[in-house]
């Protein structure tokens, strides 16, 4: 039996998984008057934003409250398929109010990736303090145990002196801004969405500590929210 450090919640298929994160943000996001919470891009997230605009869980929600930061983004400017602020906005933002100036996207498209992560970092410590603490934290995984941007083998994992850094990935588009693991660590809650049977050996992988996402070990909460398919193959139970 693998185990995961926190709580594990695994649910049937990914619209499930997403059902029921979607149900834990707006408990999370209920009660308070100022509600930070960091996403992250990839196929997983899809169905989470897609279920919190929908009308089961859109009314709930004090969309007033809600200050949007990204766990990473992509290289490209913010109207290409490939960017993350454009998932986000697609399939959440334009379908909900939260006032355009309480989202807070990574500058992908600037000519100097190294000081659009700077410019990240400050803004994370000016809205959230010293450490940034987030409310809650959205990170996916992927196959080979990467998560926000933080590739295996790549100097941004061992950034200790900044909030945001550049990532470098190994699939395109390559270049990366990225939330560093202090950042990541010192949010309240940290919720990991991983659906598919291709995520088994990232999942053994984190139970291991041999991969990136191993180093996701925040003060707050940490639960992972699996589909069947994921937990099944890497022998996983929820707790
Ligand atoms: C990105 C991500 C990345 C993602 C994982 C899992 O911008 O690509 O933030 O870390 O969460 O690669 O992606 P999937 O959910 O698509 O498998």
């Given at each position: 039996?693998?185990?995961?450090?926190?709580?594990?919640?695994?649910?049937?298929?990914?619209?499930?998984?997403?059902?029921?994160?979607?149900?834990?943000?707006?408990?999370?996001?209920?009660?308070?008057?100022?509600?930070?919470?960091?996403?992250?891009?990839?196929?997983?997230?899809?169905?989470?934003?897609?279920?919190?605009?929908?009308?089961a869980?859109?009314g709930?929600?004090?969309?007033?409250?809600?200050?949007?930061?990204?766990?990473?983004?992509?290289?490209?400017?913010?109207?290409?398929?490939?960017?993350?602020?454009?998932?986000?906005?697609?399939?959440?933002?334009?379908?909900?109010s939260?006032?355009?100036?309480?989202?807070?996207?990574?500058?992908?498209?600037?000519?100097?990736?190294?000081?659009?992560?700077?410019?990240?970092?400050?803004?994370?410590?000016?809205?959230?303090?010293?450490?940034?603490?987030?409310?809650?934290?959205?990170?996916?995984?992927?196959?080979?145990?990467?998560?926000?941007?933080?590739?295996?083998?790549?100097r941004?994992?061992?950034?200790?002196?900044?909030?945001?850094?550049?990532?470098?990935?190994?699939?395109?588009?390559?270049?990366?801004?990225?939330?560093?693991?202090?950042?990541?660590?010192?949010?309240?809650h940290?919720?990991?969405?991983?659906?598919?049977?291709?995520?088994?050996?990232?999942?053994?992988?984190?139970?291991?500590?041999?991969?990136?996402?191993?180093?996701?070990?925040?003060?707050?909460?940490?639960?992972?929210?699996?589909?069947?398919?994921?937990?099944?193959?890497?022998?996983?139970?929820?707790?």
């Amino acid at each position: 039996m693998t185990a995961l450090p926190g709580t594990v919640h695994v649910a049937a298929a990914p619209v499930d998984l997403a059902a029921a994160a979607a149900a834990r943000i707006v408990e999370l996001s209920r009660d308070r008057e100022r509600f930070s919470i960091a996403v992250s891009g990839g196929s997983t997230p899809r169905f989470l934003f897609e279920a919190l605009a929908s009308s089961a869980f859109r009314g709930a929600v004090d969309w007033g409250r809600w200050h949007v930061f990204f766990a990473d983004e992509r290289a490209v400017p913010p109207d290409d398929e490939n960017s993350n602020y454009r998932l986000v906005h697609d399939a959440l933002l334009s379908r909900v109010s939260v006032p355009d100036a309480q989202v807070h996207r990574m500058r992908g498209e600037a000519a100097d990736l190294d000081a659009a992560a700077a410019a990240y970092s400050s803004l994370l410590e000016s809205e959230l303090g010293t450490p940034p603490r987030l409310d809650l934290l959205l990170l996916g995984l992927g196959t080979n145990g990467h998560t926000a941007s933080l590739f295996p083998g790549t100097r941004a994992l061992d950034v200790d002196d900044a909030w945001a850094t550049r990532g470098r990935a190994d699939y395109q588009p390559y270049d990366r801004i990225t939330m560093t693991f202090p950042t990541i660590n010192a949010a309240t809650h940290v919720a990991v969405l991983v659906a598919g049977a291709d995520k088994a050996p990232a999942l053994r992988g984190v139970a291991a500590g041999t991969v990136p996402a191993a180093r996701v070990r925040p003060k707050g909460e940490l639960t992972w929210y699996l589909d069947g398919a994921a937990a099944g193959e890497a022998g996983i139970a929820g707790s």
